[in-house]
């Protein structure tokens, strides 16, 4: 059996069905939620919590993969980065709960992100199911961003340009020293905005600017996986999107430092210019 998985012009629609079956075997770990079952832990930073249900969910998403295409590469916020012995080319970035202090207090801004990538590392399809709220969001390259809620079906267009009352979405870093800097530059950062959210949740907060919910959205310091998936959703919804410029997890991922430093953002055209370098 060749390792090398056949290309066609069918196979990015049967990845993002992939992607929706295997994000959905993830949400649904997360929809069973039972408080006395979280098993809680810290992974270093004040803050930065896992759950049995990320690890949970993690070992869905993977097993619904790797049936259907053993020899593609899994990279996981948990589970780190499998490499098949003879790989595809094809890369997975998985989150399995993004959102995790949300899920962990029971408030709704939590999902499963799962995205892949070719052998360039063009991001190809992208999934955010978050099953709290009942909305699953998805992407193919070239062909759109969609909603899925309520048994409705809705292609993405992103936020109204020039509006008023314009929101922003951001986050902050656990790192103290990174924080106080942030904190230090809302000022200038929020200039012509109306308010600032501050969901919890990377992915969902790129999937609310595809959306139109959020105006823009700009954090610093995320991981691949936290961005893979809403980012691509952002930029078929029309978008613009600034990915951070990170060292691949093939080749042992960012440093902390390059990760603190990177931002990213997804907004309409006309607000690109409010977000730093």
């Keep these: 059996m060749s390792a090398i998985l056949p290309d066609s012009a069918a196979l990015p629609a049967a990845l993002l069905e992939l992607a929706q079956r295997a994000a959905a075997a993830g949400a649904a770990v997360l929809a069973g939620r039972n408080a006395a079952e979280l098993d809680v832990s810290n992974k270093g930073d004040s803050g930065d919590w896992v759950t049995a249900f990320d690890l949970a969910a993690e070992s869905a998403v993977r097993d619904v993969i790797t049936a ?7 990279t996981g916020e948990e589970g780190g ?10 890369r997975w970035s998985i989150d399995p709960l993004d959102g995790t202090t949300n899920f962990i207090r029971n408030i709704v801004y939590y999902g499963t992100s799962v ?3 070719d052998p360039d590392g063009v991001w190809l399809a992208g999934v955010v199911n978050a099953p709290a709220l009942g909305r699953v969001y998805y992407a193919l390259r070239g062909h759109g ?3 899925e809620e309520n048994g409705r079906r809705t292609q993405l267009a992103g936020p109204v340009a020039g509006r008023t009352g314009q929101i922003l979405a951001t986050g902050f870093s656990y790192d103290p020293d990174v924080r106080a800097e942030q904190a230090g530059a ?5 200039d012509g905005f109306a308010d600032v959210r501050r969901l919890g949740s990377a992915a969902l907060d790129l999937c609310l600017v595809a959306d139109g919910t ?3 959205y700009g954090e610093r310091g995320l991981n691949e996986h936290d ?5 691509l959703i952002a930029e078929e919804a029309g978008c613009w999107v600034r990915r951070p410029r990170l060292t691949s997890p093939l080749a042992g991922g960012p440093s902390d430092d390059d990760r603190l430093a990177a931002w990213t953002c997804a907004a309409t055209l ?5 977000f730093p370098l």
């Design 68 to 74: 259907a295409r053993p020899f593609d590469t899994i």
């Design 81 to 90: 980065t499998v490499l098949p012995a003879e790989p595809s080319g094809y």
């Design 115 to 117: 995205a892949v990538a």
């Design 145 to 147: 961003a969609w909603l």
């Design 186 to 190: 809302m000022g200038s950062l929020m």
């Design 214 to 216: 959020h105006d823009a």
């Design 227 to 231: 961005f893979a998936a809403g980012a």
């Design 270 to 274: 006309e607000l690109s210019g409010k």
